[in-house]
């Protein structure tokens, strides 16, 4: 069952923009990770947190967890077209290795 | 290849038939894991395996379903009498484990559609 909840479903900026998504889970995690899917398929790895890790930089990319809150966001600076894609968050929790996903965010970036 | 291949890309099949989704992992990685994508429920986990065995079938949404990997490399995800509900992406993973924390990369997806 689907555990995180993205925010917005949709996003739509332009070019340069930078871009927020955000993530809530309900219950403790090992580690938060950060996915792009494009065009409905495969899932490609951006950037992985962990529990009591509070914040982590990837080239333009930015994550936050705030474990208190049991969220997370991330921040894409200097949009590109190509960052439009899909883009979810995933966590670990507890001793299982399966990756519960959240509905995910639409990310359309206009030249 | 150095990625999860997964194939076919693409199964359209009808309903009441059986079909068989092959998952090629990235040689090396120990765990494979099970997902699907669909239009209503999202991403969903289905099963995962360590080497041969699959300590976690708790995603399959019924008896319909079966998974098994040999050789601790190609998995073959099997969905008999299939359903209209079944039409999703099946995605694959691979996993190594990484200082403590499973990083899981993905195939490209099984696109099944049943009519």
């Known amino acids: 069952s689907q555990q995180g909840e993205e925010d917005p479903q949709a996003l739509s900026i332009q070019e340069g923009e930078n871009a927020t998504m955000n993530c809530s889970y309900k219950t403790s995690i090992n580690n938060l990770q950060w996915y792009r899917q494009n065009s409905g398929r495969g899932l490609v790895h951006l950037i992985l947190i962990r529990s009591n890790e509070r914040e982590k930089h990837s080239g333009r990319l930015r994550v936050t967890l705030d474990t208190s809150k049991k969220s997370s966001s991330l921040l894409i600076t200097a949009s590109r077209a190509a960052d439009t894609a899909s883009y979810f968050c995933?966590?670990?929790?507890?001793?299982?290795?399966?990756?519960?996903f959240g509905k995910g965010t639409k990310l359309t970036v206009n030249p | 290849g150095a990625g999860v291949s997964q194939s076919p890309s693409n199964k359209v099949t009808e309903k009441g038939k059986d079909v068989e989704l092959r998952c090629d992992p990235i040689?090396?990685?120990?765990?494979l894991y099970w997902y699907r994508q669909s239009l209503g429920q999202g991403l969903e986990f289905l099963i995962y395996?360590?080497?041969?065995?699959?300590?976690?079938k708790s995603g399959l949404p019924s008896d319909r379903f079966s998974a098994e990997r040999t050789g601790g490399s190609v998995s073959t995800l099997t969905i008999q009498r299939t359903q209209q509900e079944d039409s999703a992406v099946y995605l694959c993973?691979?996993?190594?484990?990484?200082?403590?924390?499973?990083?899981?990369?993905f195939g490209p997806g099984t696109r099944l559609t049943v009519l």
């Open positions: 993973a691979s996993s190594l484990r990484l200082a403590g924390t499973h990083l899981q990369f």
């Open positions: 040689s090396g990685h120990t765990a």
């Open positions: 995933a966590t670990t929790q507890g001793g299982s290795e399966k990756l519960v």
């Open positions: 395996f360590q080497g041969n065995s699959a300590p976690d």
